[in-house]
């Protein structure tokens, strides 16, 4: 049995991009993480699984109260570092949207996805 815990969609605001006008004004970005765990047994108590509250709670110290990064590779990377520290985590896997990434065609959506294993 594997058990998998979520957060989809999380949109925040914050000021993340390559180009330097990105960096002067807030742009959504939504973020899905799915953290696998090691445990296969669930005891029904909250500090043996990871709390759907810790994985926006990453999101926003990495996102929102970090200083700006060019990539979304970044932003994965480290989110994958804030949340690996959980022990209790086995696999992550990071999708990360940027709805108004400044594309030079109308249409798209820009995205990253990022899956780190525990070795």
């Known amino acids: 049995m594997v058990t ?4 989809e969609n ?11 006008f990105e960096k002067n004004k807030s742009q959504p970005f939504v973020f899905s993480i799915w953290a696998t765990l090691s445990s296969e047994e669930i005891d029904d108590k909250l500090e043996n699984t ?3 509250a810790d994985l926006q709670d990453a999101v926003e110290n990495i996102v929102v109260d970090s200083e700006p990064v060019n990539l979304m590779e970044t932003l994965c990377s480290n989110l994958v570092a804030e949340l690996k ?6 696999e992550i896997k990071i999708r990360v949207e940027k709805p108004n990434a400044p594309l ?3 249409g798209g959506l820009a995205i990253v996805e990022h899956h780190w294993t525990r070795v």
């Open 85 to 90: 520290s959980n022990l209790l985590i086995s």
């Open 104 to 106: 030079p065609k109308e």
């Open 4 to 7: 998998i815990v979520g957060l």
């Open 50 to 52: 990871l709390n759907y």
């Open 10 to 20: 999380y949109k925040i605001y914050a000021t993340h991009g390559a180009y330097d």
